[in-house]
T-cell receptor, first 112, second 115 residues
Framework: DADVTQTPRNRITKTGKRIMLECSQT?????MYWYRQDPGLGLRLIYY???????NKGEISDGYSVSRQAQAKFSLSLESAIPNQTALYFCATGSGGYNEQFFGPGTRLTVL | AQSVTQLGSHVSVSEGALVLLRCNYSSSVPPYLFWYVQYPNQGLQLLLKYTTGATLVKGINGFEAEFKKSETSFHLTKPSAHMSDAAEYFC?????????????FGKGTLLTVNP
């Protein structure tokens, strides 16, 4: 079984809809991250969490919110989706002092 | 603040040729450096990492990278490209622990391998 799972893997939604992307991990890591990937822009950090009570904004948090329901679960919400939020979204966990990160398979989100 | 520059958004090589993907970084503290690979429709997978010690690091699938502090570089190489190496490659830097357990990624280099 995959160590970091994301659901759904693909989602098409309409402008203005609320949508939640979910991430679960079995690696036992405290640190979890949400990124978005856009062609030619690499990965940009949306939110990150070092434990259930520690949540931090990344470089592009506007329009997004997160919830850390448990050590193993970290959800990303788009309160009112807009077309420029169409992207590939990755969840990752982090471990160790070197901050190696482990990625889920991604969720491809399309906002029409 | 740390940053990563990957020279060349697209690199094309012939099968059997040398692969060289360039990465330069900036960091105010000794960096930890990573190369990740993303195959089509998949997440990112760690290829190799530099933390401390030996500056030439070997990774999976025959890739290696050399940390050169004087040049602030961490270029990725493979002596002989294989068709299965076609993917997007990302260089990333971390300044390690303290309160900043974050990675900064480059914009990626798409590697095409021609038969």
């Amino acid at each position: 079984d995959a160590d970091v799972t994301q659901t759904p893997r693909n989602r098409i939604t309409k402008t203005g809809k609320r949508i939640m992307l979910e991430c679960s991990q079995t690696k036992g890591h405290d640190r979890m991250y949400w990124y978005r990937q856009d062609p030619g822009l690499g990965l940009r950090l949306i939110y990150y969490s070092f434990d259930v009570k520690d949540i931090n904004k990344g470089e592009i948090s506007d329009g997004y919110s997160v919830s850390r329901q448990a050590q193993a679960k970290f959800s990303l919400s788009l309160e009112s989706a807009i077309p420029n939020q169409t992207a590939l979204y990755f969840c990752a966990t982090g471990s160790g002092g070197y901050n190696e990160q482990f990625f889920g398979p991604g969720t491809r989100l399309t906002v029409l | 603040a740390q940053s990563v520059t990957q020279l060349g958004s697209h690199v094309s090589v012939s099968e059997g040729a040398l692969v060289l993907l360039r990465c330069n970084y900036s960091s105010s503290v000794p960096p930890y450096l990573f190369w990740y690979v993303q195959y089509p429709n998949q997440g990112l997978q760690l290829l190799l990492k530099y933390t401390t010690g030996a500056t030439l690091v070997k990774g999976i699938n025959g890739f290696e990278a050399e940390f050169k502090k004087s040049e602030t570089s961490f270029h990725l190489t493979k002596p002989s490209a294989h068709m299965s190496d076609a993917a997007e490659y990302f260089c990333a830097v971390s300044d390690g622990g303290g309160s900043n357990y974050k990675l900064t990624f480059g914009k990626g280099t798409l590697l095409t391998v021609n038969p």
